[in-house]
């Protein structure tokens, strides 16, 4: 069975800050992976996933993340945040040959202007 | 466009009552799951259809949760004898193929339940 930590369930920042929030999987199997942001009371939003190839993976808003299979870590990074970042994020994994979505407890990063 | 169609998007329900939430996915879509995030907590499974496969219900907290999805289509997550614990967002969630893919799953935006 698969599992996901996030490190941080409160990440605070200033704007133009950079941020990374972390995230470390735990699966026998090949996995892919994904980061979601939830903003107040809407659903979830993929930002980017990591299915195969690069490692480095760049998604929506400026963000991207990192697969780092030695360290079974896929860590979501942004070199400089707004307020409007401000929201719930979400590392999930899936293993190739499954179907079921994994998530983590989430990470609340809040930017303070 | 429409994505993820869940209805409704708030519930209030007296402890002890049945509730039925509904799920509408992205047209197309063979693949529909139901997730619970309680408050302060992450995303937990609690049922996934694909196609006319029998579903995955390893997730349903008790036999007080059950699901159905008629027509491959519109899903609904039934909550019987409903108990304070149950208080939550139900996300419905779909993908064009749940198996051995990375396809993006789309959420919807919950539906938000409070039993009191």
């Known amino acids: 069975a698969q599992s996901v930590t996030q490190l941080d369930s409160q990440v605070p920042v200033f704007e133009e800050a950079p941020v990374e929030l972390r995230c470390n999987y735990s699966?026998?199997?090949?996995?892919?992976l994904f980061w979601y942001v939830q903003y107040p009371n809407q659903g979830l939003q993929l930002l980017l996933k990591y299915l195969s190839g690069s490692t480095l993976v760049k998604g929506i808003n400026g963000f991207e993340a990192e697969f780092n299979k030695s360290q079974t870590s896929f860590h979501l990074r942004k070199p400089s945040v707004h307020i409007s970042d401000t929201a719930e994020y979400f590392c999930?994994?899936?293993?190739?040959?499954?179907?079921?979505?994994?998530f983590g407890e989430g990470t609340q990063l809040t930017v303070n202007p | 466009g429409a994505g993820v169609s869940q209805s409704p998007s708030n519930k209030v329900t007296e402890k002890g009552k049945d509730v039925e939430l509904r799920c509408d996915p992205i047209?197309?879509?063979?693949?529909l799951y139901w997730y619970r995030q309680s408050l302060g907590q992450g995303l937990e499974f609690l049922i996934y259809?694909?196609?006319?496969?029998?579903?995955?219900k390893s997730g349903l907290p008790s036999d007080r949760f059950s699901a159905e999805r008629t027509g491959g289509s519109v899903s609904t997550l039934t909550i019987q004898r409903t108990q304070q614990e149950d208080s939550a967002v139900y996300l419905c969630?779909?993908?064009?193929?749940?198996?051995?893919?990375?396809?993006?799953?789309?959420f919807g935006e919950g539906s938000w339940l409070t039993v009191v």
């Open positions: 969630a779909s993908s064009p193929q749940g198996g051995i893919s990375g396809n993006t799953i789309y």
């Open positions: 999930a994994v899936k293993e190739t040959s499954g179907s079921r979505l994994t």
């Open positions: 699966s026998s199997v090949s996995v892919y």
């Open positions: 259809f694909q196609g006319n496969s029998a579903p995955d």
């Open positions: 047209s197309g879509h063979t693949a």
